[in-house]
């Protein structure tokens, strides 16, 4: 069982390029999350997935946007890299309802912008 | 708007002593809260999940507790060791089925040899 795996773990990038980040689970999970964290913001939610097929905004949508791919995996794009973007960006994964719905986080990507 | 709030943002205490770490949020309708730890340049590792109904959790020498009504949650560690050393958050689930996490910023705590 890999839980939650992100690619890729680093990554630079020039202002305006684009490139989309990947996440998968294999933990049969219905949700799934995408998460940034700054030094002194913490982290918060970009967007997140109730279901295979639904993707919503969370708290910082702009500049991103996201693909449910299927059940496992959840994609996050950057269509036009800003300096602002650079940060580490978390996805995450939740059980359905009524199960303990813990949380669990994969290893980050690391992006810089400049 | 939810806030979690997790002061101070860092402690130093030397090997062997009791420490509480304390977590409050402002809206007390929550799904659950859960408590992970941050190694540096490391991804969240959870470490206890207390629903809304219970009113702590225990894992080896951890135990988490919740006070829904006065907003608060403390993480209680047991003869700490330098090995605890690490970033401890505390996120907050909104009640309904998305069960969104609203995290604190988390406490830096460095356990002394």
């Known amino acids: 069982n890999a839980g939650v795996t992100q690619t890729p773990k680093f990554q630079v990038l020039k202002t305006g390029q684009s490139m989309t980040l990947q996440c998968a689970q294999d933990m049969n999970h219905n949700s799934m999350y995408w998460y940034r964290q700054d030094p002194g913001m913490g982290l918060r939610l970009i967007y997140y997935?109730?279901?295979?097929?639904?993707?919503d905004k969370g708290e910082v949508p702009n500049g991103y946007n996201v693909s449910r791919l299927n059940k496992r995996e959840f994609s996050l794009r950057l269509e036009s890299a800003a300096p602002s973007q650079t940060s580490v960006y978390f996805c995450?994964?939740?059980?359905?309802?009524?199960?303990?719905?813990?949380?669990?986080f994969g290893p980050g990507t690391r992006l810089t912008v400049l | 708007k939810q806030e979690v709030t997790q002061i101070p943002a860092a402690l130093s205490v030397p090997e062997g002593e009791n420490l509480v770490l304390n977590c409050s949020f402002t809206d007390s309708a929550i799904y659950n809260l859960q408590w992970f730890r941050q190694d540096p340049g490391k991804g969240l590792t959870s470490l206890l999940l207390?629903?809304?109904?219970?009113r702590e959790q225990t894992s080896g020498r951890l135990n988490a507790s919740l006070d829904k009504s006065s907003g608060r949650s403390t993480l209680y560690i047991a003869a700490s060791q330098p090995g605890d050393s690490a970033t401890y958050l505390c996120?907050?689930?909104?009640?309904?089925?998305?069960?969104?996490?609203?995290f604190g910023k988390g406490i830096t705590l460095s356990v002394r040899p």
């Open positions: 995450a994964s939740r059980g359905p309802p009524g199960s303990y719905n813990e949380q669990f």
């Open positions: 997935s109730a279901s295979e097929g639904t993707t």
């Open positions: 996120a907050v689930a909104h009640t309904g089925a998305n069960s969104k996490l609203t």
């Open positions: 207390i629903q809304s109904s219970q």
